[in-house]
Every structure is written in structure tokens, then in C-alpha cells.
């Protein structure tokens, strides 16, 4: 099993941006899929990226394209969020995923972080 701790998030205003970082331990980090979700008050918790091991393949829900982007480094067990242009509809706890595995999916992630609170104050 992997555990999953996020950092970074916080209060910026519309159009900042925010580093989010998500450090993996437990046992290696290679062969999971790494993904960010995030809830919203009142909402369900949807799929923000996805990345693979190799970080060969990147998926993004249409809403962060364009101002989001996932990277990861293996060397450190650590997956990064770099939003930018971010909107008050950003705001929500964003969660680390990770599934073992190298198929690039949006869904049946296995591990969970604690998630960070991000707010973007209009």
C-alpha cells in the first residue's frame, strides 16, 4: 500500500495560481497511475488529471485544460498540481489517487490522500 499526503493548498485570488504537491511513501512509488480529484460543497468528487508512471500519457477533465498541469517526480515519490488562471469554481478540497497500474483511468483509484483545501476568492 501506498500512503498519500497533499500540500499546498490555500486562499488565492481569481487568476493566481497555487503548487500542489502530493509526497507518496510506503512502498514504491513506480508502477501507479496518479491521479487528482476534488469536491466541491455540496458536490461529488470529480477527476481533475491523471498521469502515468512514465508520465508518457496525461489525461485532464476539459474545465483545467490549458490551466492546470500534472507532473510527477519518481525520484521523490511526489506528484505536483500547478493550477493557473485559477476561477472561484476551483474551489474545493482536491484530493491525491494513485492505482497501481499503467492504465491511464478516471475511475477505481485505490489509494487516497487527505486532500488540501483550495479556495479562489472572486
Known amino acids: 500500500q501506498v500512503q498519500l499526503v497533499e500540500s499546498g493548498g490555500g486562499l488565492v485570488q481569481a487568476g493566481g495560481s497555487l503548487r500542489l504537491s502530493c509526497a507518496a511513501s510506503g512502498r514504491t512509488f513506480s508502477g501507479y497511475v496518479m491521479g487528482w480529484f476534488r469536491q466541491a460543497p455540496g458536490k461529488e468528487r470529480e477527476f481533475v488529471a491523471a498521469i502515468t508512471w512514465s508520465a508518457g500519457r496525461i489525461d485532464y477533465t476539459d474545465s483545467v485544460k490549458g490551466r492546470f498541469t500534472i507532473s510527477r517526480d519518481n525520484a521523490e515519490n511526489t506528484v505536483y498540481l500547478q493550477m493557473n488562471s485559477l476561477k472561484p469554481e476551483d474551489t474545493a478540497v482536491y484530493y491525491c489517487?494513485?492505482?497501481?497500474?499503467?492504465?491511464?483511468?478516471?475511475?477505481?483509484?485505490?489509494?487516497w490522500g487527505q486532500g488540501t483545501q483550495v479556495t479562489v476568492s472572486s
Open positions: 489517487a494513485a492505482k497501481l497500474g499503467t492504465a491511464l483511468v478516471r475511475t477505481r483509484y485505490t489509494n
